[in-house]
């Protein structure tokens, strides 16, 4: 019966006699068993195996022993330090995150009571100023009233007077006098009211003035294959400052989720090349190529064609009206009304990208600057350096609004031509055209970029905002689609592809339409609805 493993002895390091004969020390080694041995375990355990003594092993382990001593020192305790360094990047990070996230909550209430309190004040200084207006007409109707009073008693002492001694004729002119009397009672003042009705339930409403606040949950470890980079969806990175792996993510009413990983919804090879994509309000979308606009159901089916007779430019879908609007190579700024372009002005440079505005602007950009204009030409802003500034926006490929704030992001490819530096990134502004801040492409010292893609200089092309004020951008070198924050922090690789990335767009329902490489168009949904 053979001895069950849990009863085998085993040999304590370190340990020079045998385990099986106690006393015996051990001089030699079984290589078959691959263990050293004992003189007498020849002759018993060992009794057919081949041995040969122990010191004559021990120079074949040596080398091992050294190869190991020499990688760990050289690659595992350098990237152990490595890790180590980051650690205490992300713990300084970590700290200096939430000081700022304090602050700022601390300035928003702040700024909240403020406006509560000239709230207040404003809305007590409506009520006084009615108070003393209906006091005038109150004042105003008494004294009337009073007069009237007045009127009336002299009226009766005359009539008893006549009545009383009077004579015939007195008597016919008291009559003939009260039945032309042309006073009657004062009409009754109109007073201003006032009410207020406390809000029972005001929760939501701060929440909402408040602002947004994300709430993330710890990062799960993530590995290799994880961080890996396919042809499918690409779970990401977490930030230093914000760590993610299915985070839950949320709003100050809504619940904004961002799933575990990407779902692709549709996929379908377009009819037509697609360099601008804009989705409508009822699941289709408008694509422009050169000079023709294709609109597409869900399916990639063509549901209408319309021709230009020049290349256009780009696309945008007003937010208000729904209408589709068109810039050219000749400078026109179009609308696309009962399926035919209609003119609306032009601009003196040729408009590169376009955005129409909740506001019903529209914002052109150009080189070197972008502008802002009213729907029949009229400027209202503009970015445009004066003397030899350099230009906030030098080369601008796409724009998109903030449907929240209404902040303005640019992709600007930055060429030297255009007073430029080279390197593509994206410009986010006010509503006054001043600099909230740039992106560059940074992405958290814990991403590690796959051999397929995300070692290339950053190359924003795409560019939208979804329906919490996040960023989209479609990073067309490195095959990926990011998401970023609002305010400027890094979120996750919504997808990465094996084509690139060059048309990005976003429907209601925040589901992402992208085209990778040539014709491949693929609907995302990264966020649970």
Request: glycine share 4%.
């Given at each position: 019966m053979a001895t069950p493993i849990s009863q085998i002895p085993l040999r304590i390091k370190g340990q020079t006699t045998c385990i099986h004969h106690k006393g015996r020390q051990l001089e030699m080694y079984c290589e078959?068993?691959?263990?050293?041995?004992?003189?007498?375990?020849?002759?018993?355990?060992?009794?057919?195996?081949?041995?040969?003594?122990?010191?004559?092993?021990?120079?074949?382990?040596?080398?091992?022993?050294?190869?190991?001593?020499?990688?760990?020192?050289?690659?595992?305790?350098?990237?152990?330090?490595?890790?180590?360094?980051?650690?205490?990047?992300?713990?300084?990070?970590?700290?200096?995150?939430?000081?700022?996230?304090?602050?700022?909550?601390?300035?928003?209430?702040?700024?909240?009571?403020?406006?509560?309190?000239?709230?207040?004040?404003?809305?007590?200084?409506?009520?006084?100023?009615?108070?003393?207006?209906?006091?005038?007409?109150?004042?105003?109707?008494?004294?009337?009233?009073?007069?009237?009073?007045?009127?009336?008693?002299?009226?009766?002492?005359?009539?008893?007077?006549?009545?009383?001694?009077?004579?015939?004729?007195?008597?016919?002119?008291?009559?003939?006098?009260?039945?032309?009397?042309?006073?009657?009672?004062?009409?009754?003042?109109?007073?201003?009211?006032?009410?207020?009705?406390?809000?029972?339930?005001?929760?939501?409403?701060?929440?909402?003035?408040?602002?947004?606040?994300?709430t993330l949950g710890q990062c799960q470890t993530l590995t290799d294959q994880d961080r890996s980079?396919?042809?499918?969806?690409?779970?990401?990175?977490?930030?230093?400052?914000?760590?993610?792996s299915g985070t839950k993510v949320k709003k100050a009413v809504t619940t904004y989720k961002l799933l575990p990983q990407t779902k692709v919804v549709e996929e379908w090879e377009s009819p037509c090349y697609i360099r601008s994509i804009c989705p409508t309000t009822d699941g289709q979308v408008w694509t422009k190529d050169s000079n023709k606009l294709t609109l597409l159901d869900r399916n990639g089916k063509v549901i209408q064609k319309v021709e230009h007779h020049v290349w256009i430019n780009d696309i945008s879908l007003s937010p208000t009206t729904q209408t589709l609007w068109v810039c050219d190579y000749n400078n026109n700024i179009m609308e696309l009304v009962s399926g035919?372009?209609?003119?609306?002005?032009?601009?003196?440079?040729?408009?590169?990208?376009?955005?129409?505005?909740?506001?019903?602007?529209?914002?052109?950009?150009?080189?070197?600057?972008?502008?802002?204009?009213?729907?029949?030409?009229?400027?209202?802003?503009?970015?445009?350096?004066?003397?030899?500034?350099?230009?906030?926006?030098?080369?601008?490929?796409?724009?998109?609004?903030?449907?929240?704030?209404?902040?303005?992001?640019?992709?600007?490819?930055?060429?030297?031509?255009?007073?430029?530096?080279?390197?593509?990134?994206?410009?986010?502004?006010?509503?006054?055209?001043?600099?909230?801040?740039?992106?560059?492409?940074?992405?958290?010292?814990?991403?590690?970029?796959?051999?397929q893609t995300g070692g290339k200089q950053f190359s924003p092309w795409g560019v939208v905002y979804d329906s919490v004020g996040n960023l989209i951008i479609g990073d067309r070198n490195n095959y990926r689609v990011l998401l970023i924050s609002g305010s400027g922090e890094f979120l996750r690789v919504i997808h990465t592809d094996t084509g690139s990335t060059p048309a990005v767009g976003i429907d209601r329902e925040d589901v992402l339409w992208a085209r990778f490489g040539v014709l491949n168009v693929k609907l995302l949904q990264y966020r649970s609805m």
């Open positions: 078959k068993c691959q263990e050293p041995v004992c003189l007498k375990c020849l002759s018993s355990i060992h009794k057919i195996h081949q041995v040969c003594e122990l010191s004559e092993i021990t120079p074949q382990k040596e080398p091992d022993i050294k190869n190991f001593i020499d990688r760990t020192e050289k690659n595992d305790l350098v990237q152990i330090g490595k890790y180590i360094t980051t650690t205490n990047i992300l713990l300084k990070d970590n700290t200096s995150t939430f000081e700022k996230l304090s602050q700022k909550l601390k300035m928003q209430t702040d700024k909240l009571k403020q406006e509560l309190v000239r709230l207040t004040a404003q809305t007590l200084s409506l009520y006084h100023k009615m108070e003393e207006d209906n006091t005038k007409l109150i004042k105003k109707y008494k004294q009337d009233l009073e007069m009237y009073e007045k009127q009336l008693k002299q009226q009766i002492q005359e009539c008893k007077a006549a009545l009383q001694s009077g004579s015939h004729l007195q008597i016919y002119d008291t009559y003939c006098e009260i039945h032309s009397l042309t006073h009657s009672l004062p009409v009754t003042p109109v007073l201003g009211t006032a009410n207020f009705t406390p809000n029972e339930s005001p929760q939501d409403h701060l929440e909402k003035a408040l602002g947004k606040v994300i980079v396919s042809t499918s969806d690409d779970l990401g990175q977490p930030s230093t400052q914000q760590q993610r035919r372009l209609t003119h609306r002005f032009s601009t003196k440079e040729e408009p590169w990208c376009i955005c129409i505005t909740a506001s019903n602007h529209v914002i052109v950009g150009m080189t070197k600057h972008i502008s802002k204009f009213t729907t029949d030409g009229k400027m209202v802003c503009t970015t445009m350096a004066k003397g030899t500034g350099k230009p906030l926006v030098c080369t601008p490929n796409r724009i998109s609004e903030c449907p929240i704030n209404h902040n303005v992001a640019v992709t600007d490819f930055s060429s030297e031509s255009d007073s430029g530096d080279g390197k593509g990134h994206v410009v986010v502004m006010d509503t006054d055209f001043k600099q909230v801040f740039v992106y560059r492409g940074d992405l958290p010292s814990t991403y590690r970029p796959t051999t």
